[in-house]
């Protein structure tokens, strides 16, 4: 079974980076689309971006230009690099893995973006 671990969360000042990285547990990491979702208080989860198995990447319209997906088969991981920070951009940020039917959650890394 899948298991997401996410890490790199934290504070950061605005207009300042941070790097996501959700390490991933099992053999066909390579098949999943994988994507970071996040949620701020008071409102829904929403997509921030994801990422195929082949490299194709989407992102939100709030965040393109900002930040990039990438993934790396071979160490099973996914990151997110995250630049030029908003407040806005203050969530909980999860990992999530989808294969057809399946699809299993990271627990989440708090990001807060505040002077």
């Known amino acids: 079974q899948v298991q997401l671990v996410e890490s790199g969360g934290g504070l950061v000042q605005p207009g300042g980076s941070l790097r996501l990285s959700c390490a991933a547990s099992?053999?066909?990491?390579?098949?999943?689309?994988m994507g970071w979702y996040r949620q701020a208080p008071g409102k829904e989860r929403e997509l921030v971006a994801d990422?195929?198995?082949?490299?194709?990447?989407n992102y939100a319209d709030s965040v393109k230009g900002r930040f990039t997906i990438s993934r790396d088969n071979a160490k099973n991981a996914v990151y997110l690099q995250m630049n030029s920070l908003k407040p806005e951009d203050t969530a909980v940020y999860y990992c999530?893995?989808?294969?057809?039917?399946?699809?299993?959650w990271g627990r989440g890394t708090l990001v807060t973006v505040s002077s």
């Open positions: 999530n893995a989808k294969l057809g039917d399946f699809e299993v």
């Open positions: 990422i195929t198995s082949g490299g194709s990447t």
């Open positions: 099992g053999s066909i990491f390579r098949l999943y689309v």
